[in-house]
């Protein structure tokens, strides 16, 4: 099946605490992305990756690193959670920016206490 | 000025109702146009794909975009409980070639 896997669901964690969401896609998708959903602001992108090494910013990139290391798996990594990164992530990935259908994650859950 | 500007509701309809959700835009330049579903506590599915200008039908669901008025439109026919989610638009096109999200509007389908 076609998917897109995030991990974990959810995640309760303390400011500062370094930490990694996975997000593993089976479809050959050259192009992944990172948002994070928040009330009234909708998705918000992070990260993107056009293929392998190949990484840029989205509009919301502050206090957040990916890397791109292999074509199926795109971890987000919070060296320092704060706060006002308490939101909900998901993970997208599809054949080309823009005019591609996105396939998404089912969501992590994150609250930085 | 947001670049998609979508009403977050929330649209409460009794089931059979036909359902009309709407976005705006500011950037003339785009051509691809989405809605996507999201159920609750999952992560959003494309629903409807229209390139350009036009109308785009799947079933109970009917997708329109009007490029002269930057808005574009999702109407479902013989709403049911099934249907209840939030709705959101997606655009994209020009020179960014990055999809541009409305925030969603949240429908409700009561029995």
């Known amino acids: 099946e076609a998917q897109v896997t995030q991990n974990p669901r959810y995640l309760i964690t303390v400011t500062g605490k370094k930490l990694t969401v996975t997000c593993s896609q089976n479809?050959?998708?050259?192009?992944m992305s990172w948002y994070r959903q928040d009330p009234g602001l909708g998705l918000r992108q992070i990260y993107y990756s056009m293929n392998v090494e190949v990484t840029d910013k989205g509009d919301v990139p502050e206090g957040y690193k990916v890397s791109r290391k292999e074509k199926r798996n795109f971890p987000l990594i919070l060296e320092s959670p704060s706060p006002n990164q308490t939101s909900l992530y998901f993970c997208a990935s599809s054949w080309g920016q823009g005019s591609e259908k996105l396939f998404f994650g089912s969501g992590t859950q994150l609250s930085v206490l | 000025q947001k670049e998609v500007e979508q009403d977050p509701g929330p649209l409460s309809v009794p089931e059979g109702a036909i359902v009309s959700l709407n976005c705006t835009y500011s950037?003339?330049?785009?051509?691809?146009f989405m809605w996507y579903r999201q159920y609750s506590r999952k992560g959003p599915e494309l629903l409807m794909y229209t390139y350009s200008s036009g109308n785009k039908e799947d079933g109970r669901f009917t997708a329109q975009v009007d490029k002269s008025s930057k808005y574009i439109s999702l109407f479902i026919r013989d709403s049911q409980p099934s249907d209840s989610a939030t709705y959101l638009c997606?655009?994209?096109?020009?020179?960014?070639?990055?999809?541009?999200f409305g925030t969603g509007t949240r429908l409700q389908v009561f029995p």
């Open positions: 950037n003339s330049a785009f051509q691809y």
């Open positions: 997606a655009m994209s096109g020009g020179d960014t070639d990055k999809l541009i």
């Open positions: 479809m050959n998708h050259e192009y």
